[in-house]
């Protein structure tokens, strides 16, 4: 028998595919600033950011907190997602979204990084994402954030120190869950040596005036 008939053919295992980076927010924010004519002050108006911080956002000198991401989604009557992508849909007959592993936006704040899950879907009220928690300590955290809604966290690995105005510190680890009423000050806080991810559900309110004022569409 030959060299060549001993020889095993192998499928060749294709590339996992790249994960989707978010388009910056600077950019993004300037889209829908152009969009919709508005300028830093009027922005301001709608979502209550100081157009010194949208500024800076815009000329990408500074970034956003969760909090204040949902403020500024929820100022423009837009989700979350839509501050990293113009590609959001409709889906009219049925409200279903798919995110494979590793393909959602991943995007970051000062506090952590996180990967959107299922934002190609519009008028949801839950916002899920993978959360990486990158602060050390409450200082490096930012201090206590708030903003709409309720969330839910349930710990995927190492260990989180959970901050609230209203209660004392709870430490969570892999398997360990909490709900919380997001208007209350709180901050997430890595403690361990490996890194702390969470599966984070929130929720945030968007008024219909909001939506007629502003139009549903980015």
Do not use: W
Not at 30 to 50: H, K
Not at 95 to 109: F, M, N, S, V, Y
Not at 139 to 148: I, T, V, Y
Request: proline content about 4%; hydrophobic content about 40%; charged content about 25%.
């Amino acid at each position: 028998m030959s060299r060549k008939a001993n020889l095993v053919t192998q499928k060749a295992t294709p590339p996992d595919p790249e994960p989707k980076l978010a388009p910056d927010l600077a950019k993004r924010l300037a889209e829908i600033r152009s969009q919709r004519d508005l300028t830093l002050r009027e922005m301001q108006a709608l979502t209550g950011i100081p157009a010194s911080t949208l500024s800076k956002v815009q000329n990408g000198q500074a970034t956003l907190s969760y909090g204040a991401l949902v403020r500024l989604a929820h100022g423009l009557a837009i989700e979350v997602s839509d501050l990293f992508t113009s590609r959001t849909v409709e889906l009219k007959a049925a409200r279903r979204a798919i995110t494979k592993r590793g393909a959602g936006l991943k995007a970051a704040t000062e506090r952590y990084l996180f990967e959107l899950l299922c934002g190609d879907l519009i008028h949801k009220h839950m916002n899920p994402a993978i959360m990486e928690i990158t602060a050390r300590s409450l200082r490096e955290a930012g201090g206590l954030s708030r903003h709409e809604g309720e969330e839910f966290i349930y710990v995927l690995s190492g260990t989180v120190d959970i901050y609230s105005e209203d209660y004392r510190p709870a430490r969570l680890e892999p398997g360990d869950a909490l709900y919380l009423d997001s208007t209350s000050g709180h901050a997430y806080v890595n403690i361990g040596k490996d890194t702390a991810r969470l599966l984070a559900v929130t929720t945030h309110l968007t008024t219909e005036a909001a939506r007629l004022a502003q139009g549903t569409d980015t």
